[in-house]
Nanobody, 121 residues
Framework: QVQLVESGGGLVQAGGSLRLSCAAS????????MGWYRQAPGKQRVLVAA???????NYADSVKGRFTISRDNAKKTVYLEMNSLKPEDTAVYYC???????????????WGQGTQVTVSS
């Protein structure tokens, strides 16, 4: 079994900061890309930021310069540092990991349960 457990969401005023964490656990051979997605009410889930095992990053245009994604491969953990938060950042944030449970198994996508981020104006 593989689990992704997120933490760090909450309520913050506009202009504030939050740090999300997501730790992967269970039977894991390797983790490729890890990322954060978000889903606002009535909208589709969209990519916020992603980071490969080698450290290459990709950001949605709406968060560039404000959010920073990082990971600790030894801890199987990905982080999202969110600064200068805006009300439009309000959403449920989901952690995603593309990983292999065994060397002989194909890569699969796993998701966390989601954590609410609410930014008040």
């Amino acid at each position: 079994q593989v689990q992704l457990v997120e933490s760090g969401g909450g309520l913050v005023q506009a202009g504030g900061s939050l740090r999300l964490s997501c730790a992967a656990s269970g039977t894991i051979f390797s983790i490729n890309t890890m990322g954060w997605y978000r889903q606002a009410p009535g909208k589709q889930r969209v990519l916020v930021a992603a980071i490969t095992s080698g450290g290459s990053t990709n950001y949605a245009d709406s968060v560039k310069g404000r959010f920073t994604i990082s990971r600790d491969n030894a801890k199987k953990t990905v982080y999202l540092e969110m600064n200068s938060l805006k009300p439009e950042d309000t959403a449920v944030y989901y952690c995603n990991a593309a990983l292999r449970r065994r060397y002989y198994l194909p890569e699969e996508d796993y998701w966390g349960q989601g954590t609410q981020v609410t930014v008040s104006s």
